[in-house]
């Protein structure tokens, strides 16, 4: 029998209900947390043995997207089950890993998985925020070592600049100035990300710390839960002998680097990854020669030697903390070189080069067409999307061999940044219809590749002459504290601008921040540490303005501003503006008319509800073409006009001549020379182009036509009464006169412009 027990907590102006022992009973621990009708699952799993060989924390988080949580029905014909992982069900795993790892103790050597799953979404409560609070919850109430609770809440800004507390989609779409998500508690600064429309510093400054400050009354609730509910938490235990020994040869590791790193580490500024590479290659020889004279086995030997490069970024830390050297021998406020370059690829729509010490991006553009665009079918999105980012990298981006495969999380999270920096810029649809995709080629990483990523989307779009309101760049900060020495606390600390390799150690941090001249678009945090105190992060936030300013400059002596015309090779669109009530002429029955025109002129054509035709094309004849046949498919037929027609049938009382897409009329018998024509077939075929000229357009909206009227009358003509005419269907009538190419029979019925079937 279940024995389920149930809290409730009013917050933000809607109520918060955690349920557990409802479902999931064999996990270590599970609830679920319901936020307005947004329900999530959390369950957390712990191996029972450890997991051998590994110097990490193996954590695994994932986030389960379930279309029947929004009440879907997948769109694919052939596949109904969900099936691998959305971007944005991958985006939101990152944040509830980035915000819950720093709180383990990194010791821990089991198997845990962190799964939370939608079980409902409202479409105004989102997901991402409340699976953060459930994996809080979760790991709480287990018996898994965890130094939580933490909180956390999306935090928005109404018209009149004020803070919203876990603002809602309508609320977004209302007012998309500020879209930020913070974990922590009111003390310190967890883990960031958020999107913003040129923020200032101070004011996303004061949005996280009001946010954090917001989750006081949940981390209350989650230890009353825990206090009820609550396992006893395991200890970490390690009586193994190997790993004793393990212990000791990590000491005297530990002594020989520190009495020898003015030596080994901080002889000479190592510039290049190159130059680091080298100098812990040194150190790992020298450091295994010790230790075998010191008479440790080979096998023991391997465990510390895996654990060189972190042994080294101790050293580094501490020697920024006292004495501000890098060990490139830069300034902690110092950038790295800045290399720039635009046009770097002769066919494609834009490119550009960014180049940041030893991290590489080239990114390139390509223009489309408005159906281009990426239509969104996930749980929570629906429309379409406009602007894609992807970015890519390879094992020869980090000087590595290994198979290639598909993109995985961290390179879809870093695209997912780069492209959010880029949205608050990007011009408006109605002036700027291209679909736009940057794709992010990185050819090396040393650093925070997604914030080149975006300096060189930045460059790219110019160089094409995507009309971008403001150029974006961004910065990694890095964070040299003691943290890695005293669990986690950070009390003595340096900010770091230009985060790179060996730097990012112990007690680190990775905050990364990207906007404009005028503020900030986009910021993604995550650290090493229990947790930012707010005056660390108000310096990191102060500090990364003045290196943003830095990078925008360079990048301005390269190229200030969009380039006034488009490549030639990309395609242009031109509007055509037609009736909305002809909508359904231009299209065709089945779609007859304008996949004519697309595959006549290889233009590609969007029609919008509104009238706007959009046509595109790389091709500037074929453009005319297909702008020319819209509109003949669209416009009215005037008596007194003049046609070269298409003959489409032929009857005993006359012929049909198509004039227009769609649209065709009747030459009468009578009508087709000043000589007497018993049969039209006795001198017209089918397929004939014949010279026509419009003598009417009688009030059934019927369209009567004549080929003689546009002949020399014979000399002594004598005009002869035309065979009468019959309304009906059949022999002599004209039928089908307004029913097309495909079904020219039965009554001719009234309203030329209609479509032919």
């Not at 390799?501 to 007690?507: K, Q, R, S, T, Y």
């Not at 925008?552 to 488009?566: D, F, Q, S, T």
């Amino acid at each position: 029998m279940l024995h389920a027990k149930q809290w409730s907590i009013e917050w933000g102006g809607r109520t918060l209900t955690v349920e557990v022992g409802k479902f999931a009973l064999q996990a270590n621990a599970s609830c679920t947390v319901r936020y307005g009708d947004t329900t999530i699952l959390a369950t957390v799993v712990k191996s029972k043995t450890i997991r051998d060989g590994i110097d990490y924390f193996p954590l695994m988080t994932d986030f389960e997207e379930k279309l029947y949580a929004a009440g879907k029905i997948k769109g694919s014909r052939f596949m109904k089950r969900e099936g691998r992982p959305s971007d944005e069900a991958i985006l939101t795993a990152r944040l509830v890993d980035r915000a819950i790892r720093p709180l383990f103790d990194e010791r821990v050597r089991n198997d845990i998985q962190v799964i939370t799953t939608a079980l409902s979404v409202d479409g105004e409560n989102d997901a991402s925020t409340v699976a953060l609070l459930a994996a809080s919850f979760v790991l709480s109430i287990s018996s898994i070592p965890w130094d939580g609770p933490m909180g956390a809440a999306r935090v928005g800004m109404d018209e009149n600049g004020e803070f919203i507390l876990n603002v809602t989609t309508s609320q977004l779409e209302a007012n998309k100035k500020l879209d930020l998500l913070v974990a922590g508690n009111p003390d310190k600064l967890v883990m960031v990300e958020a999107g913003a429309n040129e923020v200032s510093e101070e004011v996303f400054f004061k949005a996280m710390k009001w946010g954090c400050e917001q989750t006081a009354p949940i981390i209350e609730f989650i230890k009353k839960i825990q206090a009820e509910v609550g396992q006893a938490k395991e200890e970490i235990i390690s009586t193994d002998d190997v790993e004793t020994i393990g212990d000791q040869v990590k000491r005297v590791a530990e002594k020989f680097i520190a009495d020898n790193a003015e030596t080994l580490i901080f002889n000479s500024p190592k510039v290049s990854k190159d130059e680091r590479k080298k100098m812990i290659e040194e150190i790992e020889s020298a450091l295994a020669e010790y230790l075998t004279v010191q008479g440790f086995e080979e096998v023991v030997q391997k465990k510390v030697l895996s654990e060189v490069k972190y042994l080294i970024s101790v050293q580094i830390t501490k020697r920024i903390l006292d004495k501000d050297q890098r060990l490139d021998g830069r300034k902690i406020t110092e950038i790295r070189e800045l290399q720039n370059e635009v046009d770097l690829l002769p066919r494609v729509h834009g490119s550009a080069m960014f180049m940041r010490g030893d991290t590489q991006v080239l990114s390139v553009v390509t223009l489309g067409a408005p159906g281009d665009v990426q239509t969104l079918d996930s749980m929570e999105e629906d429309g379409k999307k406009r602007y894609m980012h992807h970015y890519n990298d390879t094992p020869f981006t980090y000087g590595e061999a290994g198979p290639l495969r598909g993109p995985g999380r961290r390179a879809i999270g870093h695209g997912a940044l780069a492209e959010r920096a880029l949205e608050p810029v990007l011009p408006d649809e109605t002036d700027f219809p291209y679909a736009i995709r940057v794709v992010s080629e990185v050819m090396g990483s040393n650093g925070s590749s997604s914030m080149a990523s975006t300096c060189g989307s930045t460059l790219s779009l110019m160089a094409a002459g995507v009309p971008i309101k403001k150029s974006v760049a961004g910065i990694a900060m890095g964070l040299a504290s003691d943290a890695g020495s005293n669990k986690g606390n950070v009390t003595k600390w340096k900010v770091l601008t230009d985060l790179q390799d060996v730097e990012d150690g112990p007690g680190g941090m990775d905050f990364k921040i990207a906007g404009t001249v005028d503020g900030i678009t986009a910021v993604q945090m995550d650290t090493k540490t229990n947790g930012l105190t707010w005056d660390l992060v108000e310096q990191t936030v102060k500090q990364s303005r003045e290196a943003r300013l830095q990078i925008l400059g360079v990048m301005a002596n390269l190229i200030a501003e969009p380039r006034a015309e488009l490549s030639p090779y990309a395609p242009r669109i031109e509007t055509v503006l037609i009736n909305p009530e002809k909508i359904k002429d231009l299209i065709g029955p089945g779609g007859k008319n304008i996949n004519k025109i697309v595959d006549e002129t290889g233009a590609k054509i969007d029609i919008e509800q509104d009238g706007r035709v959009l046509i595109t094309s790389s091709d500037g004849e074929q453009m005319k073409l297909a702008i020319k046949m819209v509109k003949d498919c669209t416009r009215e037929v005037e008596a007194g006009e003049e046609f070269d027609g298409k003959v489409v049938r032929l009857e005993d009382f006359g012929a049909f001549v198509e004039l227009l897409p769609g649209k065709d009329g009747l030459v009468h018998v009578s009508e087709i020379a000043w000589e007497r024509v018993n049969k039209p077939s006795d001198v017209l075929k089918m397929g004939d182009i014949v010279k026509v000229k419009v003598k009417e357009i009688d009030n059934l909206g019927r369209v009567n036509l004549s080929m003689k009227i546009l002949k020399p009358r014979p000399e002594g003509f004598v005009a002869q009464d035309p065979a009468p005419r019959s309304m009906g269907g059949g022999q002599g009538g004209r039928g089908g006169f307004s029913g097309g190419n495909n079904n020219r029979g039965g009554d001719r019925k009234p309203g030329f412009f209609k479509k032919r079937d």
